[in-house]
């Protein structure tokens, strides 16, 4: 199982990223996908959760700002994220929960300048 994130960058308070999570050795359309982030110093932390339906929930922070999406014939899932603060700031990193197993790809950083 590989997973691959890509996207971050360095983006001004207000602005928009669109991260990607590219994922191998899984039946893709089957597993649900989370997107977490650490800031720097700080614990990782749920962002948000597309389910194999297509279901989406994500964390009060990011509520109304973020959106998750998926491509099951691209194999990848989208973190589409607005209105960026200051404290959205850090490695995002994609997982997916196969057989009891957790499977975590490279995070992407992330930093808004305020």
């Known amino acids: 199982v590989q997973l691959q994130a890509s996207g971050g960058g360095l983006v001004q308070a207000g602005g928009s990223l669109r991260l990607s999570c590219a994922a191998s050795?899984?039946?893709?359309?089957?597993?649900?996908i989370d997107w977490y982030r650490q800031a720097p110093g700080g614990q990782r932390e749920l962002v948000g959760t597309?389910?194999?339906?297509?279901?989406?929930n994500y964390a009060d922070s990011v509520k109304g700002r973020f959106t998750i999406s998926r491509d099951n014939v691209r194999r990848v899932v989208y973190l589409q994220m607005n209105s960026l603060k200051f404290e959205d700031t850090g490695v995002y990193y994609c997982?997916?929960?196969?057989?009891?197993?957790?499977?975590w790809g490279r995070g992407t950083l992330v930093t808004v300048s305020s």
């Open positions: 597309i389910t194999s339906g297509g279901s989406t």
């Open positions: 997982k997916v929960d196969r057989a009891g197993l957790a499977y």
């Open positions: 050795g899984i039946v893709f359309r089957v597993n649900g």
